[in-house]
């Protein structure tokens, strides 16, 4: 029995803040790594480990340049899933066990592995503060401020929220963490190749990056740990102590070929991708006011990555315009909770009520989406508005 099929897919794909199709330059360089370049990279008795080593060294180097990093700060991980869970949790334990900082600051908007990593850490005796957003999405900077003091082990804050796309003002949040001599991490996973970041003058410590975000493939990532100052860490397991002690495990060389060719890209292309998108999204957005005047986004339009936008369409439940739009593929939130059925948590955070919540999509436009799909996209979505919108009304004349 094979593993799924070989029949295509059909349709228009606007998630791109779910995951990206691996970009095929990516894949190009990816493919001698699978195969003649096999080596594992931590072998240093012959050419095939050193042929690997090679390649995972460019790749560090190319992830650390589109952070602006040194590549001795970038340690492997299989995601931005488990990069946030050692910089969590490994930043905290680290703290309390050798400076007696036992709090946790994050925001009700992160993502739900760095919520997740909180509540276990509160388990485990943390005082953990998660703080409201305002109704735009982003962070209070006078309640963050507030909710410091030198007990602070970590505050985590993501650059680009993977919902409502707004960026937070990472700068002026790291400058509070520095002032009570916390560690500031950020979720930088939505960010990496749609702005330009450079960690060390926004005063990051720590900072999570995903593989298949940004063109690359899934099941690789990596972790931004600041060497100066140094950011210590209490690893997650043991193992043979690879990745600075920080990461054991073998890494693998062709999904680490992969991320770095895929930074290496955005970073190249992302002046002419970021315009090219805010144009599209534009687009888009003007094409669903003209046909559906009481369409609203949620979160803030201005601060925000250009290839997402996350709308409201009052009157209709998110779920059933999906099914109604089978051949375009939208969602109603983060692929990360899609099991879930209660409305999205960080649109509540906003202050939606769970009808306004449900009906909410999330469209995200990325490097292969083009101008006849926005166009048919929104026609069709506005189609499918005005079609539930018209059942009610049918029901009741029966």
Known sequence: MTAGTNRPVQGIYLDYQATTPVDPRVLDAMLPYFSERFGNPHSKQHAYGW?????VEVAREQTAAILGAEAREIVFTSGATESNNLAVKGAARFAREHKGRDRVVTLATEHKCVLESAAALAGEGFAVDVLPVDPNGLVDLDRLRGALDERVAIVSVMAVNNEIGVVQPLAEVGELARAVGALFHSDVAQAVGKMPLDLHALGVDLASVSGHKVYGPKGV?????????????????SGGGQERGLRSGTVPAPLAVGLGEACAIAAEEMPAEEARLRALRGRLLDALRAAVPDV??????DRRVAGNLNVGLPGVDGEELLLALDDIALSTGSACTSAAVEPSYVLRALGLDDVAAHGAIRIGLGRFTTEDEVDVSARRIAEAVAQQRRAPAAAAGD
């Open 51 to 55: 042929l690997a080593e090679e390649a």
């Open 221 to 237: 990532g990596a972790l931004y740990v600041r060497r100066r100052p140094r950011a210590r860490l209490t690893p997650l397991f």
């Open 296 to 301: 609203t986004v949620n979160g803030d339009l």
